[in-house]
């Protein structure tokens, strides 16, 4: 547990994914909030409770939770707060914690369609059927303040609302202008660079670009006079005006890889896959692949490449 200001304290809480621990953030305002949630294991909630003590709270004490996205070592001990009756955060999030089955649907058949255009060989639609194992770690609820960029948090009207999607579509970061500290969820990490991950479209037509979102909405963080991020997962850190170029450059780096293979012959996102990700993809399909369409989004925003569609499947060339 780290007392961050007189306002803020960061709890740490261990994880069973790769990412390892997570942090939430109690914040003292108009109200006691809990900033994201962690993950839904015994042991997230027993160390939770052990540095909310050292703090000087219990679990009754917490009057409401803000979430900076819907992933579930975000939102686990949602459920674990008998007083807090308001949940905060983007709409997306409510179709996670409603754990709402037709979206559950929408998503599977979009994956499935868009893994089957992309040239991914049946054998691997299988992993497909697991898509809803990291729910168990998930908790349920149901968002009651839908805010959204611009709002002001409430019980808190320093703190105010933007919007940070490419990670997830429900990604939302909290900037406190006097002084520019920023909660930033997984939207900017110190020691890894974040995923922006495939999602299907929720109100739109067309499917989100989120490796494009992530971007642009990393340009976005470097006007906003960020001085400190209170991360999602990693050390708290100030060096955003040198971590964004970074993280962007080497983004246009991994592209000029797959503009390199495109150059030798026209490819599906699949073939591509392979490639760069030799040793991973077939463990990990979904990070692997989300990647691989990100870097081809990418490309084709910028007019390097150009797509066709020939008997259902996806190739892209190289212009
Ligand atoms: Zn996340």
């Known amino acids: 547990m780290k007392v961050l200001d007189e306002t803020i304290s960061q709890l740490t809480i261990p994880t069973p994914f790769a990412v390892g621990d997570t942090h939430v ?15 839904k294991t015994p042991e997230a909630w027993e160390a939770f409770t052990i540095q909310l003590k050292e703090l ?13 996205h819907h992933h579930p070592d975000h939102i686990g001990l949602v459920e674990q707060f008998p007083r807090a009756n308001r949940i905060i955060a983007h709409e997306n999030v409510n179709l996670w914690l409603t754990r709402n089955e037709p ?3 929408h998503y599977e058949n979009f994956f499935r369609d868009l893994f089957q255009s992309s040239g991914v060989p049946d054998q691997y639609q299988a992993l497909l059927n697991k898509l809803r194992a990291p729910l168990r770690y998930a908790g349920q609820g149901e968002v009651t303040d839908v ?13 105010s609302v933007i919007e940070t999607k490419g990670h997830a579509q429900s990604h939302l970061s909290f900037l406190r202008e006097q002084d520019g500290a920023f909660i930033g969820g997984d939207h900017i990490l110190s020691h890894i660079s974040s995923n922006p991950l495939l999602e299907p479209p929720i109100n739109e037509l067309d499917r989100p670009k ?5 971007r642009a909405n990393l340009e976005k963080c470097l006007a906003l ?3 400190t991020v209170f991360p999602g997962h990693g050390s708290v850190f100030s060096n955003v005006e040198e971590l964004v170029p970074l993280r962007l450059t080497k983004q246009e ?24 990700f030799p040793r991973q993809y077939e463990k990990q399909l979904d990070l692997t692949m989300s990647e691989t369409i990100g870097q081809l989004d990418y490309l084709e925003a910028e007019d390097l490449i150009s797509k066709t569609c020939e008997d259902g499947l996806l190739y892209y060339h190289a212009r």
């Open 25 to 39: 953030y109690v914040l003292k305002g108009d109200t006691l909030s809990l900033v994201d949630a962690g993950v």
């Open 56 to 68: 000087g709270y219990y679990p009754n004490d917490i009057e409401q939770i803000i979430l900076t």
């Open 103 to 105: 979206f559950f649907k």
């Open 147 to 159: 805010i959204t960029e611009g709002d002001i948090l409430p019980g808190h009207h320093e703190w």
């Open 210 to 214: 989120p490796m494009l979102q992530y």
């Open 225 to 227: 006079g960020i001085t």
């Open 253 to 276: 780096q991994r592209a000029n890889k797959v503009l390199t293979l495109l150059k030798e012959y026209s490819q599906t996102p699949f073939q591509i896959c392979q490639q760069i």
